[in-house]
């Protein structure tokens, strides 16, 4: 089978390297991919929202099943783009089409979809420029702190968690007024929930699922989860509160009335359900909905599947999930991210990474480089993520955090305190 990976991070590097360990697979492809990726497949020249040009690769080199890593190609269409066309028909694709990808790009149809569907969440309220008094009145109802949303894709930067009343009235004035560009336009006021996150994912056809590993990653850029949040500084699995009560809890009451409510709704769906959760006094409530793997959560959990996964791949792509088995590896698995100085603020690129060759007992997976020349050089904020093995959470932590230390380049940084909180 000829796979090709839509994406170019850490998450796209670590799927290829669970997904090239399959007997499955003749020829692996990445779209455009990084330095990295190149050595486990083949590179494309070909951006996340090129359909055309994506069409012409997947052709010319006879691809069977296309896996969409990032989000904004699926909100944008890319599956409906393949479904429409004739020459691609037959081309399985794993990430949902766009009505099911609204799951993510859009808070407010997320929200709906929860309380149509009874799934715990926060108490919202949606406002935009037509009802922006009854917003303003809505935030005066709650309690501080406050939490503001830009309703579409904002990069993982869209949420503002606010503490005075008056400086929430005014910013919900400034993200409607498009603070965040046209993701903004739409803002979700929501109740603040005070708990310990954790990421569950699940692959489904649309009628059977299977669960993954689950994981908890670190989006703040400082020690003790200060500073601004980034895309993720790292992840660790298993999560010690997350017991067989817990996830009994999430499966009855979060995961089986989302796969049903999206059958319900009519929206077929093929592809990853990501569940941002937050444990309130052991209950599960739903944050947020992503409609594929998490970046960096791929980089860890990959480690913890045992199983072929391509099989599973294909099993969700022709839906037949229902047959396959899932296998987890007892370890411990976490992910340490490397980042450039400055981020994620402005930071530069283009500096050389030396070092990697030095590490032993971790995988490292890139997730923002290029190969210059002879060299490799960073090509985005978060750079590479060094990710082991370990009996337990602290043990593979130390091995990632001692080869973390080996590879070189200006600005590095990343947090040596993951885990504190668990």
Request: charged share 25%.
């Amino acid at each position: 089978m000829n796979i090709l990976i839509v994406g170019s991070g850490g998450r796209e590097h670590a799927l290829g390297w669970k997904i090239k360990q399959s007997e499955k697979v003749d020829n692996l492809f990445f779209a455009p991919g990084n330095a990295g990726t190149s050595e486990l497949g083949t590179n494309l020249d070909a951006g996340v929202s090129d359909f055309q040009k994506i069409k012409t690769l997947v052709l010319e080199n006879n691809i069977d099943l296309m896996l969409v890593g990032p989000e904004v190609p699926l909100v944008e269409g890319l599956h409906d783009f393949f479904a429409a066309d004739p020459e691609l028909a037959s081309v399985k694709v794993v990430g949902p089409k766009k009505a099911g990808a609204e799951l993510e790009g859009s808070k407010d149809f997320a929200k709906a979809f929860m309380a149509r569907h009874d799934i715990p969440t926060a108490k919202y309220f949606t406002v935009t420029a037509d009802n922006l008094d009854k917003g303003v009145e809505f935030l005066t109802t709650m309690q501080s702190p406050y939490v503001l949303k830009a309703d579409g894709l904002a990069a993982g930067k869209g949420v503002l968690i606010i503490d005075s009343l008056e400086e929430a009235q005014n910013s919900l004035k400034e993200m409607l007024d498009g603070q965040f560009g046209e993701a903004s336009s739409k803002v979700v006021i929501e109740e603040f929930l005070s708990g310990v996150e954790v990421s569950v994912f699940v692959l489904t056809d649309g009628k059977d699922y299977k669960i993954l590993p689950e994981a908890k990653d670190y989006k703040r850029i400082g020690e003790g989860d200060t500073g601004l949040n980034t895309g993720g500084m790292g992840a660790i699995t298993p999560v010690p509160f997350v017991d067989a009560v817990f996830m009994e809890k999430v499966e009855k009451r979060i995961i089986a009335p989302t796969v049903s409510g999206l059958a319900k709704d009519g929206i077929d769906y093929c592809g990853f359900i990501f569940f941002g959760l937050i444990n309130v006094n052991n209950e599960p409530y739903v944050i947020e909905y992503n409609v594929r793997m998490g970046d960096p959560e791929t980089e860890a959990v990959m480690l913890r599947v045992k199983s072929d996964f391509v099989e599973l791949l294909d099993g969700a792509a022709s839906g037949t999930l229902g047959e396959k088995e899932i296998e987890f590896d007892e370890r411990a698995a976490v992910t340490v991210m490397l980042v450039s100085g400055g981020y994620p603020g402005d930071y530069e690129k283009g500096k050389v990474i030396t070092g990697t060759e030095k590490v032993t007992d971790s995988l490292v997976f890139h997730a923002g480089t290029k190969q210059a020349g002879d060299d490799v050089v960073t090509a985005g904020g978060r750079v590479i993520s060094v990710s082991s093995y370990g009996t337990d959470m602290n043990d593979a932590l130390a091995t990632s955090f001692k080869n973390a230390a080996h590879i070189e380049f200006e600005g590095k940084y990343y947090r040596k305190d993951l885990g504190f909180d668990l």
